[in-house]
């Protein structure tokens, strides 16, 4: 059995091919991203979509679309395979028939992080690296951290002075080392980080920056896919930061499709917050490169508060352009609206998680979504790391009683008359 079909990595820019199995970040030609290819050709002959049904029930199930070579490199703690859940609120509020949530808020350590960490620190110690850095909103910083110490890899996380404590205690409680790193722009970063990558030749898990991590989120696309009965949902709707998760499930529904196991493919949605959309504004002005816009710290949406993506969010823009899909922002009042929405399917979602209900509620009122259109809002990350919009969002019960039974009756003949 083959476990892996991936060939070897191409530039975006210089088209350039690389084998698999040096230790690379960007393209050491040009520097542009890394892209991994596959035999599509030979997975056709090989592979059926029903094979994979009775496989473990995590993101693993798909090796063979994956660059891992080996099982026994597997970093795992059961990420993936996360419910796709059919609304039973939101839906009708907006009068959608086929509205459904991918709740990756279930994850290991909370947020959709876990799938790309899973299988980049993988790939890392399949390659023999010892030592890695990334920058995080917090989410990506806390999986890293995780699966980073299960493999024995020494992990540091630069984390953005403007997470919030409990994301900044996790990346500690699961063991790397960290700093907190203040900046004024995104382009700061960006800039710092491709420069070690040439100086200091440092192994780096940032999105896109490191080629793996993206590949895990096409895992989206299968499980979607297969739950839905081999078939492509018409809206597929994700909060964009960099977009690993937008542009991963967008290159593993076109796989699926050349494959023949889908017939269509979903317009992409990217979602970011009002105060800071540069990938929005570049799609409303019909460009496929973004800008440096808007202002980080006026958001609640944290994870997705990125002023600047990295290379101009060309592949965001691409997935969103190809697909027919489009781009919103969000206000800080829509999404604490969409919070308490998510409440009442059972879902406790973080800001920008709650973000894509927001431009679902959206595009429903502009008319850009059909009634009958079956949609995947992703729910990337839970709620319990943001407690403190939580709280703002839930309206606080007043009411108290003594522990007597008189005072019990008294109580439920208010409550229920
Ligand atoms: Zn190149």
Redesign the pocket.
């Known amino acids: 059995m083959v476990w892996s079909y991936a060939t070897d990595y191409c530039?975006d820019?210089?088209a350039?091919r690389f084998d698999l199995l040096q230790p690379l970040n960007t393209?050491p030609?040009?520097?542009?991203l890394l892209e991994i290819h596959y035999d599509l050709d030979r997975m056709k002959l090989d592979l059926q979509p029903e094979q994979f049904a009775a496989r473990e029930p995590s993101m693993w199930r798909w090796h063979e679309f994956y660059p891992l070579q080996h099982a026994g490199n597997m970093v795992s703690m059961g990420e993936g395979g996360t419910p796709l859940l059919p609304s039973v609120y939101a839906g009708r509020k907006l009068g959608l028939s086929r509205l459904y949530f991918k709740n990756d808020a279930l994850m290991p350590t909370g947020s959709f992080k876990d799938r790309g960490f899973s299988l980049a620190v993988s790939f890392a110690k399949e390659l023999g690296i010892s030592r890695g850095l990334t920058y995080s909103s917090g989410n990506a910083g806390a999986s890293f951290a995780a699966y980073a110490n299960r493999a024995g890899l020494d992990a540091t996380v630069l984390v953005e002075y403007l997470a919030n404590p409990i994301k900044k205690s996790m990346i500690s409680l699961y063991g790397a080392h960290t700093a907190a790193l203040y900046f004024e722009s995104m382009t700061d970063i960006t800039a710092m980080l491709e420069r070690a990558v040439q100086e200091l030749g440092l192994y780096q898990f940032v999105n896109f920056i490191n080629p793996t991590r993206h590949e895990a989120m096409k895992s989206y696309a299968y499980e979607i896919s297969q739950a839905l009965g081999w078939k492509a949902p018409d809206v597929m709707i994700h909060p964009v930061g960099t977009g690993g998760g937008i542009w991963g499930a967008w290159k593993g529904f076109r796989e699926l499709k050349q494959l023949n196991w889908i017939d269509s493919l979903p317009r992409m949605v990217a979602v970011q917050p009002y105060a800071t959309g540069p990938i929005v504004r570049a799609f409303k002005q019909g460009a496929r490169h973004a800008e440096k816009y808007g202002d980080p710290t006026q958001t609640i949406a944290q994870s997705i508060a990125a002023d600047a993506p990295i290379q101009g969010g060309r592949r965001v823009l691409n997935a969103v352009y190809d697909s027919g899909g489009f781009a919103e922002t969000v206000t800080n009042e829509e999404i604490i609206e969409a919070v308490q929405w998510l409440g009442h399917e059972g879902i406790c979602a973080e800001p920008a998680s709650a973000a894509s209900l927001a431009a679902l509620k959206r595009a429903v009122e502009q008319g850009i979504v059909q009634q009958d259109d079956c949609i995947v809002c992703v729910i990337t990350g839970s709620g319990l790391k943001q407690p403190s919009i939580i709280q703002q969002a839930a309206v606080e019960s007043e009411l108290k009683l003594n522990a007597s039974f008189e005072e019990l009756n008294k109580l439920l003949a208010s409550l229920w008359p």
């Not at 030609?29 to 542009?32: D, L, N």
């Open positions: 530039c820019d210089c350039e393209c030609s040009c520097g542009g």
